[in-house]
Nanobody, 115 residues
């Protein structure tokens, strides 16, 4: 399966911004979905946002208007721009790829938002 490497996590104050990146180990093309999930302490993993290679986007309600997912399909790289961060956004963020019948996950990058 494709290896995914997340980067861009860190510590920020509430109201700040971070941009996460997810880089794949190899190229791939049409018919895929890339996205971001997160798991906060004591909570289940949840979808944050995903985007198909055809441009179809889904966002969790709690991040709509604050987070933006984007893709560079030439590099098969996905980004998550996170603005107006809140303490409740604190979580490990995982990159996800659905490519045909295969599902790949990154190891995660930690985002900590302090009030």
């Amino acid at each position: 399966q494709v290896q995914l490497v997340e980067s861009g996590g860190g510590d920020v104050q509430a109201g700040g911004s971070l941009r996460l990146s997810c880089a794949p180990s190899r190229s791939f093309f049409s018919g895929n979905i890339m996205g971001w999930y997160r798991q906060a302490p004591g909570k289940q993993r949840e979808l944050v946002a995903d985007m198909s290679s055809g441009g179809i986007v889904n966002y969790a309600d709690v991040v709509k208007g604050r987070f933006t997912i984007s893709r560079d399909n030439a590099k098969n790289t996905v980004y998550l721009q996170m603005n107006s961060l809140k303490p409740e956004d604190t979580a490990v963020y995982y990159c996800n790829l659905i490519l045909g019948a295969s599902v790949s996950w990154g190891k995660g990058t930690l985002v900590t938002v302090s009030s």
